[in-house]
């Protein structure tokens, strides 16, 4: 059955599509549903699916306003930021199906299967590791310590996948000497780097007061 969902070329066929876009949605219903039931009413409310969806869309695009590092991968304008948002408002099991809802949709931007597991390691629970910063809400300093967990998780996917299923792309100027070393070079590069911007944003009190202020709107 899974070879119904590729084509020859690694893409997705047109029951791939429709397959991956189901997928996406019921995991969202899921999420919004489970979202309400993080907050005192316990019940899904169209503040919850807009505070959801907003964040959703709001890290999907600024993922695309980057910044391309020398041996691939880019740093982003804070779109990991927006799906850790989710977790630390609505606790990890939202904020991972939204992850994985996000992975899916960056996956469909130029799907590329080489196997269902490098699918997994590449986008869905690479994403969906930004969820786990969820775990952290009710922590103090709760989102900055959830959001280091859930990058440092995410570059875990990459770098695993990128052992399984990449070592063959590597760049021939990379250093020979540690090439066993270049998964984890190549992605916590610049999954870090987006870190460290992130932090030092996070740390500007205005910042983390508006923040904390948006937080009580979401749960509200």
């Not at 791939?16 to 899921?30: D, H």
């Not at 930004?130 to 310590?145: A, I, P």
């Amino acid at each position: 059955m899974f070879h119904a969902l590729i084509n020859s070329e690694g893409g997705l066929t047109s029951a791939g599509y429709i397959v991956t876009i189901v997928l996406a949605v019921l995991a969202l219903v899921a999420a919004f549903f489970l979202a309400g039931k993080s907050t005192k009413a316990k019940k899904t409310s169209p503040r919850q699916l807009a505070f959801c969806s907003a964040a959703l869309a709001l890290g999907f695009v600024t993922s695309y306003i980057k910044f391309s590092f020398p041996f691939g991968g880019s740093v982003t304008a804070f779109s990991m930021l927006f799906i850790v948002l989710i977790g630390y408002w609505y606790g990890a099991k939202t904020g991972i199906l939204v992850g994985f809802v996000y992975g899916i949709m960056q996956f469909l931007q130029e799907p590329y299967v080489l196997s269902l597991f490098q699918v997994c390691c590449d986008y869905l629970l690479a994403f969906a590791a930004l969820g786990l910063g969820g775990f952290f809400r009710n922590k103090k300093h709760g989102l900055f310590k959830g959001y280091l967990v859930a990058i440092l998780m995410r570059g875990a996917f990459h770098a695993l996948g990128g052992y399984l299923y990449w070592m063959d792309y590597m760049p021939d100027e990379f250093p020979k000497a540690i090439s066993f070393l270049y998964p984890i070079v190549y992605n916590y590069s610049y999954i870090l780097a987006e870190g460290v911007l992130t932090v030092i944003l996070l740390s500007i009190p205005a910042v983390k007061k508006a923040l904390e202020q948006v937080r009580q709107l979401a749960l509200s």
